[in-house]
């Protein structure tokens, strides 16, 4: 018997091919951009399997918002302990809206 569902890997693959000619027009530091972002997208293959929505580029997309956000949240935990370790050190720092200013 043979497999009814494609993997999710084909899947992303598929929509990799699908974006090659897009990719190609971009500059080359953007591909590399654009080669990561389908990388974290592999990071959710089971998650994204599991949820097999109607139109997988759904699922594609939310496993790349997942890891930005991640990424996002280590960098901004980073700045606020180097804020509060400059604030001990003695350098007066206001933050307004997210904006240091000195």
Do not use: C
Request: no cysteine; net charge neutral; aromatic share 8%.
């Amino acid at each position: 018997m043979g497999r009814t569902l494609p993997t999710f890997t084909r899947i992303i693959d598929s929509e990799i091919e699908s974006w090659s000619k897009y990719k190609r027009g971009l500059r080359k530091d953007d591909q590399e951009i654009f080669d990561d972002l389908f990388r974290s997208a592999r990071i959710h293959l089971a998650e994204n399997f599991y949820a097999m929505r109607t139109i997988p580029f759904e699922s594609i997309i939310i496993s790349m918002l997942i890891e930005q956000r991640k990424l996002i949240k280590i960098l901004q935990e980073r700045m606020e302990k180097t804020e509060r370790i400059e604030l001990v050190a003695g350098s007066p720092i206001d933050i307004v809206d997210g904006v240091i200013n000195r």
